[in-house]
């Protein structure tokens, strides 16, 4: 079998792993996935099989549970299986579908691999899944990195059927699979450039991917190329002066070329994005004393140098209140807790008080700090708005943020800023029969 042997070869090329080494094999029970299981079980290499049941698409997708089951045993492999509630999550973390679908994937994976002595996971991408890949970064704006794609190996992901292009998979000799009917619709970006722009490039050009694979290996040494003289900048120019921090001379980084370039590669490895270098830019001749922040550094204008430091954001751990708690400590801060009938119960304006109605609630609730993406409806509101704008509107600093505990309900809920507001949704109102009270002290 030829595409065998490309496989062998592809894999010892790209050392994605000794022959021997256990790996886990994403199985979803399409046409590609399916595919890489039977020729890895046909290379005689040692591999689990993992299938992740996103319950989007109802009996469609159990039967893809029970196929890829099947194919696991027929193979005499171990098989992985869970559910996610994925639509839940999306809402829960205001992402999309396909970006809740993927994260609670590759957790879940990497979790699968660790607690199994698996060495890699192994996904089915695909030439067309490069081509596709690059036309969606080029659409949504990319550096460098997002020229070449997707990569046949990184960490602990590995491709190894990246050489074959969807054409060349269709030709194979037939084996069953599951057809994925979402894979038709074009409400999704990546489906959309799929059906609809790809067969127009391909009559421009039959070989695309060829072409693509030809380009991605170009920009890929290019990338390594960049690296190499950003690397060598950065020797040059950041002065260490403690173990986060770093001083700049900012006379020889302005006579960078290419300046753009040059000043995203060397700062977007700490979260620094286009956007903010180029208002640093702007800024380096101005007045000494402006701050550029990412979310976990910090850039000063300094008098002929730039301060490069990291901001103490350590989050800390969220802990569980349950209904019977009648005291609790998160980050250095102690809260009492009681509830009390609403015969007994006298409102309070008091910051420091969360005064909710108790059979809103339900328990465990969880205390942390504000993450990226909370949403809040603040007491008084009708709408919820991002708990980034609200602590902007009250002037609560970068820093400070994380030292504000964060009541969530179980249910995602945000009930309380402590010390600033309550949830308009869980305040007391006439219904209210018992009051769930907590107050910080210190």
């Known amino acids: 079998m030829m595409a065998l042997e490309q496989l062998q070869d592809f894999i010892k090329k790209h050392a994605l792993f000794h022959e021997k080494e256990p790996v886990l094999l994403a199985v979803s029970g399409g046409r590609d996935s399916v595919l890489m299981a039977r020729m890895f079980k046909l290379a005689g290499y040692n591999f689990g099989i993992a299938h992740c049941n996103?319950?989007?698409r109802g009996k469609e997708a159990d039967e893809d549970e029970l196929f890829t089951a099947n194919l696991a045993k027929e193979l005499g492999v171990?098989?992985?299986?869970?559910?996610?509630?994925?639509?839940?999550?999306?809402?829960q973390n205001h992402v999309s579908i396909q970006m809740a679908a993927r994260d609670l994937r590759y957790q879940w994976l990497e979790t699968i691999r660790e607690a199994n002595n698996y060495q890699y996971i192994a996904l089915a991408h695909h030439q067309n899944d490069v081509v596709e890949t690059i036309l969606l970064n080029l659409t949504r704006g990319t550096g460098i990195a997002g020229l070449h794609g997707i990569?046949?190996?990184?960490?602990?992901?590995?491709?190894?059927?990246?050489?074959?292009?969807?054409?060349?998979?269709?030709?194979?000799?037939?084996?069953p699979f599951r057809e994925d009917s979402s894979n038709l619709s074009v409400k999704y970006a990546r489906n959309k450039i799929r059906l609809e722009v790809i067969p127009v490039l391909k009559q421009l050009n039959p070989s695309l991917e060829q072409t693509f694979e030809a380009n991605r290996k170009r920009f890929e040494e290019l990338e390594t190329l960049l690296k190499l003289r950003v690397e060598e900048i950065r020797i040059d120019l950041?002065?260490?002066?403690?173990?986060?921090?770093?001083?700049?001379?900012?006379?020889?980084i302005q006579k960078l070329v290419?300046?753009?370039?040059?000043?995203?590669?060397l700062f977007n490895p700490y979260g620094f994005s286009q956007p903010v270098l180029s208002d640093l830019s702007s800024s380096w001749n101005g007045e000494a004393g402006k701050?550029?922040?990412?979310?976990?550094?910090?850039?000063l204008l300094d008098r002929g140098r730039i301060l490069l430091s990291r901001i103490n954001n350590a989050i800390p751990n969220s802990i569980a209140i349950g209904y019977d708690i009648k005291e609790?400590?998160?980050?250095?801060?102690?809260?009492?807790i009681k509830v009390s009938p609403i015969e007994d119960f006298k409102l309070s304006a008091e910051a420091q008080l969360a005064q909710l109605d108790y059979d809103l609630l339900n328990f465990p609730l969880k205390m942390r700090s504000w993450q990226h993406g909370d949403f809040f409806q603040a007491l008084g509101m009708k709408v919820n708005k991002k708990l980034s704008d609200f602590f902007i509107e009250h002037k609560i600093s970068l820093n400070h943020k994380k030292d504000i505990?964060?009541?969530?309900?179980?249910?995602?809920?945000?009930v309380w800023i402590a010390g600033l507001r309550i949830s308009e949704a869980y305040k007391i109102s006439p219904n209210t029969k018992k009051v769930f009270i907590l107050e910080q002290l210190k």
């Open 151 to 175: 990569l046949a190996k990184k960490g602990k992901i590995i491709r190894p059927i990246l050489f074959l292009s969807r054409e060349e998979i269709v030709a194979m000799p037939p084996f």
């Open 54 to 56: 996103f319950q989007l």
């Open 328 to 336: 609790c400590h998160w980050n250095e801060k102690q809260f009492s």
């Open 238 to 252: 950041f002065k260490k002066l403690s173990e986060d921090k770093f001083e700049i001379n900012l006379e020889k």
């Open 78 to 91: 171990d098989f992985f299986v869970t559910k996610f509630d994925t639509k839940a999550f999306a809402k």
């Open 291 to 299: 701050v550029f922040r990412s979310a976990t550094h910090e850039l």
């Open 258 to 265: 290419p300046l753009n370039t040059l000043l995203y590669e």
């Open 405 to 414: 505990a964060i009541l969530e309900n179980g249910n995602g809920d945000i």
